[in-house]
């Protein structure tokens, strides 16, 4: 899940905005319970792993979650995606968002936002140096750029 106890005032947010031939998974595991490897062991049997050409795993800002890049041979269209993602083990909230994002016509339905470089991967697309972790966007230019008016608020609790 999206914790409130994320660093702040860490610096640089590097935005990495998922690409047709590329599947970025949000494996969330605050409780520890291996869902980076499983994950992995899910992309190995899949038929997909035939298409992948290299698949990185970076440590999210948040203990026990991880970020993992998948490039592929192929293009995928983003509903055809976002399949791919939750059948590995993307997170659900994550996923149910990006889902939101593509049924409203968001240009950019998925993208990590990191504070490390994925090791191994391409430059990301953007740079912030917003002090908080992202919520809304209002003075951030990629935020702006790739997210516009959206946040993370649209299936909380209580929330219309
Ligand atoms: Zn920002």
Not at 9 to 19: D, I, P, Q, S
Not at 51 to 68: D, E, L
């Amino acid at each position: 899940m999206q914790g409130n106890a994320k660093p702040s005032g860490a610096g640089k947010w590097l935005w990495y905005v998922e690409r047709e031939n590329e599947l970025f998974i949000d494996a969330d595991d605050p409780h520890r319970k291996g869902r980076r490897d499983l994950v992995l062991e899910r992309l190995a049997r899949c038929t997909l792993v035939k298409k992948v050409v290299r698949v990185a795993v970076a440590p999210s800002a948040t203990p026990g979650n991880w970020h993992i890049a998948v490039e592929l041979r192929v293009k995928l269209n983003e509903t055809m995606r976002s399949a791919w993602r939750l059948r590995l083990g993307s997170d659900i909230f994550h996923e149910a968002h990006n889902m939101k994002r593509i049924a409203l016509g968001v240009k950019y339905p998925n993208l990590l936002i990191r504070q490390t470089p994925i090791p191994g991967w391409r430059k990301s697309d953007a740079i912030c140096e917003c002090p908080e972790k992202h919520g809304a966007h209002p003075a951030c230019e990629p935020g702006r750029r790739f997210r516009s008016t959206d946040t993370m608020n649209f299936f909380r609790d209580g929330s219309a």
